[in-house]
């Protein structure tokens, strides 16, 4: 008995262990960086297995029980349940570069006109613009031999955006695979769309089995986000498309109209919130795209996708995967944010990356409240609605269920805080905060209004417009105070919401957006982040017929295109601009691609005058990188500065991330981040002097002469040396060096902004200049 007592305690012990590191357990990233040789894809997984055992001290089978992802074509590293000590314990192995944790809403995705403005935009800066895109859309062949990725919420394959009719058959470099999955089938995909994919393991470790109500189990998009972009890259001409109530009417087209999509579908809605609180998207379930993309041919990659948080560039999924891309002459595109006007909320911020922040286009919907009094105030919005005469008119904050709000809350329109009894028939002004705005029209329907009044979240002239569920319009945040005081002021305040019309050749624009993430970049501040802008405001394109214009689930109108705003839709323009670049230079390099963008951009707007923030004040660098996209002037940059895969491992040299590559030594001395051969130059902390060197490659013409120009940035002298280039052949490469001198007005911490340019008379080869004192 006593014997047997043992056993049953040793057993009871064992268990509790076993059930507490259960416990413990969660999704690990092992990252051990690229596959070399010629392992079998099944070798590859017994390694990964053998890694697991080591670090369990458990079977084999166990071990191979707790993986999730076995990345085996170009990215070598694996996902699975760990233990902190487990993980501990492999972060040690000489071979692993790093492990990081899986974390739930690490990432999000961040949310006609647009293209027809770019080439509107550039035909008023240069003559002849709009015919220099048609002659790149000629060139290029609308880019159909270019195979774009998107890594987003996958694709609503029936729009006519995807039609495929007169596409050439599939390139030959394709050798990916169309997944099969729920309502969607192997005709979903054709000759646009000539791959899908999904990935949901790591979704499904942290919340548990996908809820079929809420998503597809397949790369069928159910958010809308994801076919939105993709449509942005590479939609087909469309004529006749429109919001409902024939807003923004005109042809929908994709940048680059005949490019092939590859659809990756890595985000997820997160359980227990409406789709308008957005998706998340793991580290875990991108890498495994990355690398299928890399490995199926993709040429672009398009990612929508922004990390919450900062993280060291070797425990940065996107990151990670984008190094591997960019060494096969992949060039990956991201959104730089939308937790703008802040500093330093840029986010994708590795170098190998083109990061892209938004800019207004030149169209408004315009739709003004008509006050009692007489005085009109200018607002916006794309709901329509007839409403013909003068309602009463009240604020949110004195019409609420007492004991619903706080005084932080009040006003805000929040989900059961206004009283049917003070509401119905009227219409409401809400304040912005804590909710989406979408949410706050549809509370004022509950209540019984008859429509309503949103102040804008965001400062200045830029409005993100909305389909809401009910009359309702957008008026600039400071104008939302006259409303209010007109109110206090009267006995019986009423106001007309007067309906929305489309407004064209707005002026002045672009104008970059309030909530576009901004510099400096707070992971490497010598690196300039953003790179560049497009057009991220108000922007239409596809849309999901399973997801309605408000993502909202009481709302059950369907739509096949929207209008969406956020750096989630300028990154894809500048994807499709890449594409067009790639179909007519398919040598060039993606440093030499995301060069000739950056160097060729625009700081004016089309009043001639330097671009602005929202609110009116001249936008800097840190806004908008070089600049706003011009892709006819890309495809003949004349100079390029080229980067290569090594360049990069150099540059991470100085972070101490040196494991990336164990064919590669960092050097003894080991380069300033500001002497990366980028195409803009940051300088941080200077003391006293610094020289950094570049070099440009010659892609214009055979034999040419260029001349240095440059605005040193307030507080600092700059000298380039030499002044003069001398090109005798396309590929000659020339190196110069830039000295920048602290002088006695420099201000300190505080950021001052320049530029150079080197020029022949016809090419304009353009760098902004970033610099602080320590």
């Given at each position: 008995?006593?014997?047997?007592?043992?056993?049953?305690?040793c057993?009871?012990?064992?268990?509790?262990?076993?059930?507490?590191?259960?416990?413990?357990?969660?999704?690990?990233?092992v990252?051990?960086?690229?596959?070399?040789?010629?392992?079998?894809?099944?070798?590859?997984?017994?390694?990964?297995?053998s890694?697991?055992?080591?670090?369990?001290?458990?079977?084999?089978l166990?071990?191979?029980?707790?993986?999730?992802y076995?990345?085996?074509?170009?990215?070598?590293g694996?996902?699975?349940?760990?233990?902190?000590?487990e993980?501990?314990?492999?972060?040690?192995?000489?071979?692993?570069?790093?492990?990081?944790?899986?974390?739930?809403?690490?990432y999000?995705?961040?949310t006609?006109?647009?293209?027809?403005?770019?080439?509107?935009l550039?035909?008023e800066?240069?003559?002849?613009?709009?015919?220099?895109?048609?002659?790149?859309?000629?060139k290029?062949?609308?880019?159909?031999?270019?195979?774009?990725?998107?890594?987003?919420?996958?694709?609503?394959?029936?729009?006519?955006?995807?039609?495929?009719?007169?596409?050439?058959?599939?390139?030959?470099?394709?050798?990916?695979?169309?997944?099969?999955?729920?309502?969607?089938?192997?005709?979903?995909?054709?000759?646009?769309?000539?791959?899908?994919?999904?990935?949901?393991?790591?979704?499904?470790?942290?919340y548990?089995?996908?809820?079929n109500t809420?998503?597809?189990?397949?790369?069928?998009?159910?958010?809308?986000?994801?076919?939105?972009?993709?449509?942005?890259?590479?939609?087909?001409?469309?004529?006749?498309?429109?919001?409902?109530?024939?807003?923004?009417?005109?042809?929908?087209?994709?940048?680059?109209?005949?490019?092939?999509?590859?659809i990756?579908?890595?985000?997820?809605?997160?359980?227990g919130?409406?789709?308008?609180?957005?998706?998340?998207?793991?580290d875990?379930?991108?890498?495994?795209a990355?690398?299928?993309?890399?490995?199926?041919?993709?040429d672009?990659?398009?990612?929508?996708i922004?990390?919450?948080?900062?993280?060291?560039?070797?425990?940065?999924?996107?990151?990670?995967?984008?190094?591997?891309?960019?060494?096969?002459?992949?060039?990956?595109?991201?959104?730089?944010?939308?937790?703008?006007?802040?500093p330093?909320?840029?986010?994708?911020?590795?170098?190998w990356?083109?990061?892209?922040?938004?800019?207004?286009?030149?169209?408004?919907?315009?739709?003004?409240?008509?006050?009692?009094?007489?005085?009109?105030?200018?607002?916006?919005?794309?709901?329509?609605?007839?409403?013909?005469?003068?309602?009463p008119?009240?604020?949110a904050?004195?019409?609420?269920?007492?004991?619903?709000t706080?005084?932080?809350?009040?006003?805000?329109?929040?989900?059961?805080?206004l009283s049917?009894?003070?509401?119905?028939?009227?219409?409401?002004?809400?304040?912005?905060?804590?909710?989406?705005?979408?949410?706050?029209?549809?509370?004022?329907?509950?209540a019984?209004?008859?429509g309503f009044?949103?102040?804008?979240?965001?400062?200045?002239?830029g409005?993100?417009v909305?389909?809401?569920?009910?009359?309702?319009?957008?008026?600039f945040?400071?104008?939302?105070?006259?409303?209010?005081?007109?109110?206090?002021?009267s006995?019986?305040?009423?106001?007309?919401?007067i309906?929305?019309?489309?407004?064209?050749?707005?002026?002045?624009?672009?104008?970059?957006a309030?909530?576009?993430?901004?510099?400096?970049?707070?992971?490497?501040?010598?690196?300039?982040k953003?790179?560049?802008?497009?057009?991220?405001?108000?922007?239409?394109?596809?849309?999901?017929?399973?997801?309605?214009?408000?993502?909202?689930p009481?709302d059950?109108?369907?739509?096949?295109?929207?209008?969406?705003?956020?750096?989630?839709?300028?990154?894809?323009?500048?994807?499709?601009?890449?594409?067009?670049?790639?179909?007519?230079?398919?040598?060039?390099?993606?440093?030499?691609?995301?060069?000739?963008?950056?160097?060729?951009?625009?700081?004016?707007?089309n009043?001639?005058?330097?671009?602005?923030?929202a609110?009116?004040?001249?936008?800097?660098?840190?806004?908008?990188?070089?600049?706003?996209?011009?892709?006819?002037?890309?495809?003949?940059?004349?100079?390029?500065?080229?980067?290569?895969?090594?360049?990069?491992?150099?540059?991470?040299?100085?972070?101490?991330?040196?494991?990336?590559?164990?064919?590669?030594?960092?050097?003894?001395?080991?380069?300033?981040?500001?002497?990366?051969?980028?195409?803009?130059?940051?300088?941080?902390?200077?003391?006293?002097?610094?020289?950094?060197?570049?070099?440009v490659?010659?892609?214009?013409?055979?034999?040419?002469?260029?001349?240095?120009?440059f605005?040193?940035?307030?507080?600092?002298?700059?000298?380039?040396?030499?002044?003069v280039?001398?090109?005798?052949?396309?590929?000659?490469?020339?190196?110069?060096?830039?000295?920048?001198?602290?002088?006695?007005?420099?201000?300190?911490?505080?950021?001052?902004?320049?530029?150079?340019?080197?020029?022949?008379?016809?090419?304009?080869?353009?760098?902004?200049?970033?610099?602080?004192?320590?």
């Amino acid at each position: 008995m006593k014997g047997q007592r043992l056993i049953t305690s040793c057993f009871l012990i064992c268990f509790l262990l076993s059930a507490s590191s259960a416990r413990l357990q969660q999704v690990y990233i092992v990252y051990i960086g690229e596959h070399r040789g010629g392992k079998m894809s099944s070798e590859i997984e017994d390694d990964h297995h053998s890694y697991l055992q080591l670090a369990k001290n458990r079977s084999k089978l166990e071990a191979k029980a707790s993986l999730v992802y076995s990345y085996k074509n170009i990215i070598n590293g694996f996902s699975a349940w760990l233990t902190p000590h487990e993980a501990a314990k492999l972060s040690e192995m000489e071979e692993v570069v790093s492990v990081f944790k899986s974390r739930p809403r690490k990432y999000s995705l961040q949310t006609t006109r647009s293209w027809d403005f770019v080439n509107l935009l550039e035909s008023e800066q240069h003559l002849n613009g709009t015919k220099e895109e048609e002659e790149l859309l000629q060139k290029a062949n609308g880019g159909e031999d270019v195979i774009v990725g998107v890594l987003d919420s996958g694709v609503w394959p029936e729009s006519q955006s995807f039609s495929d009719e007169g596409m050439g058959p599939i390139p030959p470099s394709w050798k990916g695979t169309c997944e099969l999955g729920d309502d969607f089938e192997a005709s979903n995909c054709n000759r646009k769309i000539i791959g899908a994919r999904y990935y949901l393991k790591g979704y499904e470790a942290y919340y548990g089995p996908l809820n079929n109500t809420q998503d597809y189990r397949s790369p069928r998009d159910k958010d809308g986000h994801g076919t939105h972009t993709a449509s942005t890259i590479g939609g087909r001409r469309v004529p006749d498309i429109s919001l409902m109530g024939g807003f923004a009417n005109g042809t929908a087209t994709g940048g680059a109209p005949l490019a092939r999509l590859a659809i990756y579908k890595v985000c997820w809605p997160i359980p227990g919130q409406p789709k308008v609180a957005g998706n998340t998207c793991f580290d875990e379930d991108m890498l495994a795209a990355f690398d299928d993309a890399i490995a199926d041919g993709v040429d672009v990659l398009s990612i929508s996708i922004m990390p919450f948080s900062l993280a060291p560039y070797e425990k940065d999924g996107i990151a990670i995967g984008a190094l591997h891309a960019v060494k096969r002459n992949v060039v990956v595109v991201c959104s730089a944010g939308n937790t703008g006007p802040g500093p330093s909320t840029v986010r994708n911020v590795a170098p190998w990356i083109l990061t892209v922040g938004a800019s207004s286009i030149d169209r408004v919907f315009s739709s003004p409240v008509l006050l009692g009094n007489g005085q009109k105030i200018e607002g916006q919005t794309v709901t329509p609605f007839k409403l013909d005469k003068m309602y009463p008119l009240v604020y949110a904050g004195n019409s609420e269920i007492p004991g619903t709000t706080t005084n932080d809350k009040t006003g805000l329109c929040l989900h059961g805080t206004l009283s049917p009894a003070l509401v119905e028939g009227k219409i409401v002004v809400c304040l912005s905060g804590y909710s989406f705005n979408v949410e706050k029209g549809l509370e004022v329907k509950r209540a019984g209004g008859i429509g309503f009044v949103l102040q804008n979240p965001v400062n200045g002239i830029g409005i993100s417009v909305d389909d809401h569920v009910l009359p309702g319009t957008a008026v600039f945040s400071d104008d939302s105070v006259t409303i209010l005081d007109y109110i206090g002021a009267s006995n019986s305040p009423t106001a007309m919401l007067i309906p929305p019309e489309t407004v064209l050749g707005s002026r002045p624009a672009p104008f970059m957006a309030a909530f576009s993430s901004m510099g400096p970049n707070g992971l490497q501040p010598n690196i300039l982040k953003p790179d560049i802008a497009a057009p991220g405001l108000n922007i239409l394109a596809a849309w999901s017929e399973a997801s309605s214009p408000t993502k909202l689930p009481e709302d059950d109108r369907v739509v096949k295109y929207n209008i969406d705003s956020g750096t989630s839709m300028s990154c894809p323009h500048v994807a499709a601009a890449a594409a067009l670049i790639k179909a007519i230079h398919p040598d060039w390099s993606s440093a030499a691609i995301r060069s000739a963008l950056m160097t060729t951009a625009e700081t004016n707007n089309n009043v001639y005058a330097p671009i602005t923030d929202a609110m009116g004040n001249p936008a800097t660098p840190f806004h908008y990188g070089s600049g706003h996209f011009q892709p006819a002037k890309a495809v003949d940059p004349g100079l390029v500065y080229d980067a290569t895969y090594n360049d990069y491992l150099v540059f991470l040299c100085n972070t101490g991330a040196t494991k990336f590559d164990p064919s590669f030594q960092c050097p003894g001395r080991i380069p300033s981040p500001s002497d990366l051969n980028y195409p803009s130059l940051a300088i941080a902390g200077l003391q006293g002097t610094v020289t950094v060197n570049r070099t440009v490659t010659n892609v214009g013409c055979t034999r040419s002469v260029y001349t240095s120009t440059f605005v040193p940035p307030a507080g600092y002298s700059v000298e380039i040396s030499p002044l003069v280039l001398e090109f005798s052949y396309a590929g000659e490469k020339k190196s110069f060096n830039v000295t920048v001198n602290t002088e006695s007005g420099s201000a300190g911490n505080e950021y001052s902004f320049g530029w150079y340019m080197w020029s022949d008379g016809i090419h304009r080869v353009r760098s902004p200049i970033v610099v602080s004192s320590a």
